[in-house]
């Protein structure tokens, strides 16, 4: 082999910005050879999937719409995986802040108090926490690895979620459908764009990814948590605390989160149902990675899914494209990322062969 | 009330048999030192195309062998992420885990919701007449029997043959395996793509015998409880096998408390084998030196050969 890989002494800026690109490019040659594969023209497909959200107020409402979860999200895991704590339960931690919200605002449903909403953030926010405080709690205790408990209690959180929409919280006047009855409008987050969906849920997730960039790039805790989660034994002769790295990563993840589903169901859907999230909290995973685990990266990262999402829903309907295709290209953009990161940290050097 | 107990004790070998394939396939790749957590999109790779192709050619052999080629396939896509291109190994796990998922519903979108002949129970002839022994031990469809013998075949090679001493090797160190000689990498691809066959089965016998339907998400999570099996099992087969059948049972328990007649709400007992996975998983972590003794050491962390 005439190139050989060599660890780069410092990571290149250059190359850290053009792996996210290399990544959106080969998943859309990717996804080109699929499409075609499928019998549709890969131009038209590409259209809709990727230009067409973009052309209409409509469009861009719902991907800023989607993007808001997503980026809260994200940033919150980006802070725990820097640090090694692997957190991907964000979905369930999601739900339990959805669910929190929901019922503060059921029980208070007459009420037009401005404080309504502010209460229902904090309590969706706190039950995340609580939530992702369960992993951090039996792994500093119990030793008992993050990713398995995150992930069973998302499927947990679930069934919670079932349980209370078909019993306690179900609309008395439902007709049984299993949905909780409609929030107040104290209870819901104001309009943000005339004509769209988006409402000001979207400011807190762009706050939050300020806050999310003085805390990594700014301040003492930000640093002893990444090196507290990625050199345990430096952290500890330095004292920081590996433990404590692994509960601010929890709860920050889990808080993120459980503030999303507070959006959720205080924006767009108004009620508690079954399905709150279309996986929100997973492709929340695919977005910080593909941001670099970097505060800004991720604010771009969520748009570029924000639109995977609704370019999905619009190609199902103008072009058919099936319904997975945007759990193939997130799938196939985490992929190419990781594989193109490889040269973020090393390059490749031509080997002189002597004769 | 013998005949439920007959009738859970037999279902309990068929609901374990999809764990067992996945969770011994994981135990090997993970002894190597290679943590996949894409086991969930694997199986549902091997359940879509195994479906898909069973119901076309009308063969359960070519069945469980395409499931088996195309989750092999998706797992060395997953050991071109972690062994050539140095990437973190959960991160790979979950991006394989989700184009798994994502491209089983491809595969099986035009056959979404529809029904198979279950694989037929083998007749054993006056073996399976045998009272209360027969009916639980001895009337199995043949994939049964064939992943308990997986587990033993596993289980002898990992820990009685020069093979296994080389597996555990490489698991433990790898930068000392390859020191003596050792192909460090060969032999891990070869366990990852193992794995992902044995994923692959164990998905393809939830669709071809034990629902035997196929519809989006009907891996329902099992993926990961194999993940936490081969931690409870201390990454032994024969511990693991006894893990997957106790999964089977308290996965059955909903239908024979609900047929006793107590109410308990569907959805607690739906999160049961998430509560239980979490509870167990809690307990035997806390013995550190346990799992430090059973542990393969490089277990998750990147190798570099040129480092």
Redesign the interface.
Known sequence: MPY????RTEPSLRAQLLVPLAAILLTLLAGSLLFTLLGKNALDAFYAFFIEPLTTRYGIGEVLLKMGPLLLIAQGLAIGFRARV?N?GAEGQLLVGAIAAGALALHFESSDSVWLLPAMICAGTLAGAAWAGIAAW?RTS????E???T???S??AL??L??LV??PLRDPMGMSFPQSALFGDAAMFAPLMDNTRVNTSLLLALIASLVAWIFVQRSMPGFKLLVGGQAPEAARYAGFAQKRAVWIGLLIGGAAAGMAGVGEVAGPLGLLQRSISPGYG?AA??VA?LGGLHPIGIVFAAFFMALIYVGGDMSLVSVGL???????????L??F???C??FAH?RLQRIEIKR | MLDSVIFLLASTLAAATPLLFAAVGEAVVEKTGVLNLSIEGMMAIGAATGFVVATLSGSYVQGFAMAAIASALLSAVFAGLVLTFLANQVAAGLAIGILGLGLSVLIGKEFEGTTIIPLQDLDLGTLSELPFIGPVLFSHDVMVYVGMATVIVCWWVLSHTRLGLIIRAVGESPSAAATIGYPVLLIRLLAIVFGGAMAGLGGAYLTLAYTPLWAEGLVAGRGWIVVALVVFGMWRPLRIAIGAYLFGAVSLLELFIQGQGYAIPSQLMSAMPYIITITVLAVISRNPRLIRLNHPASLGQTYNKSA
């Open positions: 050989r890989l060599v660890a692997w991907i039996l119990c030793n008992a690895n990713i398995l408990v992930f069973m209690l499927s947990i069934q919670l079932y349980y078909s019993g997973f995973i695919i990675f099936p319904n997975s295709s945007t759990t193939i290209f997130q799938g196939m985490l992929v990322y990781l594989a990161f490889l090393h």
